[in-house]
């Protein structure tokens, strides 16, 4: 007999299908491949499972394989690939829907039909529903039915609403849910404003009913099982729609058990992204409104269509991965937020009504998409009920996602009241956070930066404590919070005495000295700080810096639209450095521009990988006279002290070579016109890419020093985006491939009498910090913040204990 393998994204669906064929035809043997994850609880497919399930039901006679859709077919694909070549000649995949084309297997499998012959008949096993229903679909000349004709529903019940905010958010979902499992058409009106029924599949279009505690609310229902769910409704409103009856806290927060005081605050727990602690009132950022082009005449409706669909699936994805990895971290509280989002991408008088858009007024998909957002925000509004009202951000924040998805990105909008604030903010940009004043932000909220991004670089280097993952919704009821960057715990309307604790400032635990750092047993680091800005530099100076270590350039300069000139930059760094003693070192990094440091006066091509595209050295190269300034612009600012040159995102030592020679014919040009500047200057380059690692010999005779960005050496080698919120667990750079690549360089820079530093944020971990001295690293650059830990770790360890802790960590030997 031949078996069946059902392959589907969901585990419930496959099982219930499995179910129905044994109803149907007994004793077929049918095998279950689905679900993802060790129990199968999250959607997706599994090759491994497949070839589990094809070795239990493949017998002489073959097995059929049916799937459901997207990648349930490259999983069966690749499944077919671990077969010995005689199982696999026995097993054929099925191109027809899953379940019809399993009930007409099924048929054939247990009449003993052949392998071909049951996968002929299972492809086949649509035409009967289309031949049936293609009359009805297709457009006829008849007039279009006018209401006096629409049939009766199939059965309805009229519903008291008791829940008391009525059919909010959360019991409106609950209706899409329930509405969800059936076939049947299903409407709902509300009998006290008498305006129109709407579809119960819409959560925008529920919650602009109207419905409140007390209104009845009529339902109907057309369709195979319109009884089934109209009672199904009943039940759910009779359980107050999910609700209880005294309004429970909003999505996100949750309660503590009182601590003494009798209004004892509220917890949330997200990621620690940027220690430190902070209280003050909040201040939500918004994203600006965007301005969409001007639509060109002639779109092509399939194509803006096709656009949409697609923007609209990678953003559901995209809720989809946040929800499983928000509720393995926190709990169910703070995904319900997000599972709201993840409705309304699915909501018809979103989605459909942008399509409408495209295909009858001709729009481009990003402004059909904007104005179906802009209407149902605007219905929301209109509503009394201010709960409800404050749902129209939610579709704000979706419309910002789709278009974003749709490469437009809106610019934060930043208000800040009078007195310092705790900022919320959806995400941030590099650009956002070097508009952010560190005098008047004490702490930033976010929904989704990532660990190892710019902007956590950034904030991390002003010391401003950052809590990661909590979505603005969950703030909302709040007017004051504490927050614990170390711990990442956000108390809503902090009671007194945590108040007076959290403001407690925390720079009073800083000791500034300048002595030099050795371990136990005498090897000598050099602790440096890494440097963004004027109060970088300060706070570098105040934390007893022995050098900066890495000053990044780009940052003075992102957020404008109009290249520098040489003086500007000049002045800039100019004041960057004044704040730092003289006679320490400076290790200016030239423009690192590209990746997810896009700048508006340097327009770069639309690239597919931003981060393997035109970025630092590679753009600068290109840009020979901006680059020329830019140098002239760095050696005169460091004029008069000792001063390091790098460059940074270099793979080939022709271009250390090119950008030393630049280098130089930009000094002999400052001599000749007698323009004081730094001269004779170190010049090193950034490992950030493991082509540089691995070829560091190739690269050592042409440096002065090398200094390695963990960052992205991490997310190059580990093939992890940095910053990429699923991708966390891959970009540690105490990963021992990562650690193998420091070691080279450190041991090929020794060996040839130079030196190796780390300056990616991996050097501010004090275990990772030893680790690195055993592998040979003598310069450790850091946020100003991070270093006084780091120093007290060295200090109190020994340079043979690091090599052992290098070694243990990588297995091999730091010297081989
Ligand atoms: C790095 O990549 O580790 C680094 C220091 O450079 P940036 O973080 O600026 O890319
Ligand atoms: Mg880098």
Known sequence: MVGLILVSHSRPLALALKEMLERFYDALPIAVAAGAGD??????????????????????????????????????????????????SRVA??????????????????????????????????????????PETQVSDAEPPTLAQEPPPDAQATLRVEAEHGLHARPAMRIVQ?????????????LRTGAPAVSARSLVAINCLDARRGDSIQITATGPDAGEVIEALKALQAKNFGDPLTEDLPAGVTSRPASGSPDSDQLLHGEPLSGGRAVGILSFAARESLKLPTPANGIDPKLENARLRNALAAVRQQLDENIGLLREESGSANAGILEAHRMLVADPSLGERA??????????????????CEEAVAAYRSLEDPTLRERGRDIEDLALQVLAELGFHAPLHIDLPAEPCVLVVPSLLPSDVARLDPGRIRGVIAEA??????????????????????????????????????????????????????ALVKEATVVATHAPLCTLDGRRIELAANVASVADAAAAARAGAEAIGLLRTEFLFLDRSDAPGEEEQSRSL??????????????????????DKPAPYLPLPKEANPF???????????????????????????????????FPMVSDPSEVRLARALLKEVHE???????????????????????????????????????????????????????????????????????????????????????????????????????????????????????????????????AACRKLARDRIRISPDS
Not at 616 to 644: D, Y
Request: net charge negative; proline share 4%.
């Open 612 to 646: 393997l595209g035109l970025r630092g050295i590679r753009l600068t190269l290109r840009r020979r006279e901006l680059f020329g300034e830019h140098l002239r612009a760095i050696l005169r600012s460091a004029e008069g002290r000792p001063c390091r040159i790098m």
């Open 93 to 134: 995949l099925c191109s027809a829907p899953l379940v019809e084309g399993a009930i007409a297997a099924g048929a054939q499998i247990k009449v003993g039909a052949s392998l071909e012959a049951v996968r002929a008949e299972a492809e086949k096993a649509l035409q009967q529903k289309t031949t049936h229903l293609a």
């Open 178 to 190: 329930t509405v969800a499992k059936y076939k049947s058409a299903v409407q709902i009106r509300n």
């Open 669 to 799: 040009q400052l001599e000749t016109d007698q323009v004081p500047h730094a001269w004779p200057v170190e010049v090193g380059m950034m490992v950030e890419v493991p082509a540089a690692a691995i070829n560091a010999r190739a690269f050592v005779g042409d440096v002065d020093f090398f200094s390695i960005g963990t960052n992205d050496l991490t997310q190059y080698t580990l093939a992890a985006e940095r910053g990429h919120p699923q991708l966390r667990e891959f970009s540690s750079a105490l990963h021992p491939a990562v650690l193998r690549l420091i070691s080279l360089v450190a041991t090929i820079a020794n060996r040839h009498g130079k030196w190796a530093g780390i300056c990616g944020e991996a050097a501010a971990d004090p275990e990772a910090a030893g680790v690195f001295v055993g592998l040979g690293i003598t310069e450790l650059s850091m946020g100003a913040a991070s270093m006084e830990q780091v120093r007290r770790a060295l200090e109190g360890t020994t340079y």
């Open 355 to 372: 399509a409408g858009f495209i295909t009858n007024e001709e729009m481009p998909a990003p402004h059909a998409w904007r104005r179906a």
């Open 39 to 88: 129990d199968g609880k999250d959607l997706g497919t599994d090759a491994t499972a497949i070839v589990a399930a094809i070795e239990e039901v493949c017998g002489d006679d073959g097995a059929l394989v049916l799937l459901d859709l997207g990648s349930a077919v490259l999983s069966a694909e690749l499944a077919l690939d671990f077969l010995d070549e005689a199982l696999r």
């Open 574 to 595: 100019r004041e960057i450095l004044a704040l730092f003693p003289p006679a320490l070192p400076v290790t200016i990094r030239t423009l690192d521009i590209g990746g």
């Open 449 to 502: 930066i990532g660990p190892t991004s710019h902007a956590a670089i950034l904030l991390r280097s002003a010391g401003i404590p950052v809590v990661d993952g909590i979505a603005a919704a969950g703030l909302r009821a709040a007017t004051r919070v504490a927050l614990d960057g170390d711990t990442g715990e956000v108390w809503l309307d902090p009671d007194q005495e945590r108040s007076d604790r959290f």
